[in-house]
């Protein structure tokens, strides 16, 4: 009898985050490779979570989450894109955008199906996938604009196709998808009667004044589109692990499904403070996206002092580097390496988020995180420019 573990996970490395993060804390170097704020969110909702971890309620929350967040989660759809949503049916809580996913395409995929992901890709979707049984096409955005390309998108639709995941303000890369791309995916998800599962965590960090626009408020998506958001973006407290998904009743039921058995239910108490959230004035995400801009324009002008050429980034709390443009002619994991070790600051390799062993992957950008305090940014980017000479 073959005693292997499960092949999916077993012959994974753990992640390059795990990796890097090791990495920085031996080095003592400043970490700009995981994507975590180093300031915790606010105050209020830490409040409300203590207090109701004290008081109550701290038992098991219904399957799909507890009602009044759910109602906050539908109450946000509509303030923020107009979409009308029956909480009832068509909201479920999970625990983190990551087990969302793994709830949708768990819930959603057959063996012998088929999912088309972007790459670079947020890593847990390609495992996951295959773990449902169902097999992964990817297609490659072209850097340096990390754009989709309708010929290698309908190259890669097959009879299989079942569903099409598109990450909208995009990890690793920062960009946010345009309004051709979003008509160039709905017009082929339309014509070929695919899901699209909406990765949205970043929906409330798009920069210079442009807003998020969820694939689902297109002509003929609201039916075949889930959105998943994430309060541990939006509200910085990436450890809190609650997610939110939204989506037609029929998506929304089969994602529960699938989530009754992986994670079953949320902390009530980190849900009752979260919907707090969802409904804070205008003035905190306000206030969160500019903050978080000037965080972004802060690492850009110390990245380029330091020698560095930028990729334009548009969302999320990440940017890219050509390494090239620093006079380096490694590939991107020993720059990565390299820098954490020598220089004391800690970003990741971009071609961690393809596929191992995928020879189209670009080996020349990093990704460097500016979800961190000013003066942390400012010395990451004096560190770099004494190490670069720039
Ligand atoms: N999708 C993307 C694109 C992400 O960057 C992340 C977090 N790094 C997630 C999903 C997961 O979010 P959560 O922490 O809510 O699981």
Redesign the pocket.
Known sequence: MDRSLNTVFSQRPVTIFQVMSALADDAGAINLGQ?FPDEDGPRTILEKAAAAILEGPNQYSPVSGLPVLREAVARANKRFYELEVDWRTETLVAA???EG?AACFFGFLQPGDEAIIFAPF?DSYLPVIEAAGARARIVHLKPPKWSINGAALDAAITPATKLIVV?SPH?PSGSVVSDEELNLVADRAIRHDLIVIC?E?YEHLVYDGRRHRPLMTLPGMRERTVRLG?A??TFSL?GWRI?YITGPEHLIAGAMKAHQFIAYTCPPALQLAVAEGLDFPDVYYDDFVRGMQARRDLLRAGLADAGFDVVPCAGTYFMTVDIRSVGYDGDDMAFCREITTKAKVCAVPVSAFYQQGDDHAPRRFARFCFCKKPEVLAEASARLKRYFGG
């Open positions: 994507g983190g955008a990551t996913l947020y990450n990890n990765d965590v994430s541990g973006k990436t997610g």
